[in-house]
């Protein structure tokens, strides 16, 4: 069964930056679409960043000029690296890859933008 990790959420100061990252363990194959979303308490999941398998990106307004989504098609690992972090980016983030026949969500992990 495939599972994806994420790693790289931690409290950072406003300003700062951090490397999100999303492995996929097991056997999965032709990955079309990887991107984070991102989710906070009491409010919709809200998605931050798309990928294809061509390398075509998209980005929520609110995060454009701040943060990039990468691939490693080779190792099916995802990136997020995010710049410029402010406190209203605090949330759980998760990865999402979906392939041929199959969609798979990441477990979380906690970014907090504080001083």
């Known amino acids: 069964q495939v599972q994806l990790v994420e790693s790289g959420g931690a409290l950072v100061q406003p300003g700062g930056s951090l490397r999100l990252s999303c492995a996929a363990s097991?056997?999965?194959?032709?990955?079309?679409?990887m991107a984070w979303y991102r989710q906070t308490p009491g409010k919709q999941r809200e998605l931050v960043a798309t990928i294809t398998s061509i390398g075509s990106t998209n980005y929520a307004d609110s995060v454009k000029g701040r943060f990039t989504i990468s691939r490693d098609n080779a190792k099916n690992v995802v990136f997020l690296q995010m710049n410029s972090l402010k406190p209203e980016d605090t949330a759980v983030y998760s990865c999402?890859?979906?392939?041929?026949?199959?969609?798979?969500w990441g477990q979380g992990t906690q970014v907090t933008v504080s001083s």
């Open positions: 097991g056997s999965i194959f032709s990955i079309n679409v």
């Open positions: 999402y890859m979906r392939a041929t026949g199959t969609s798979i």
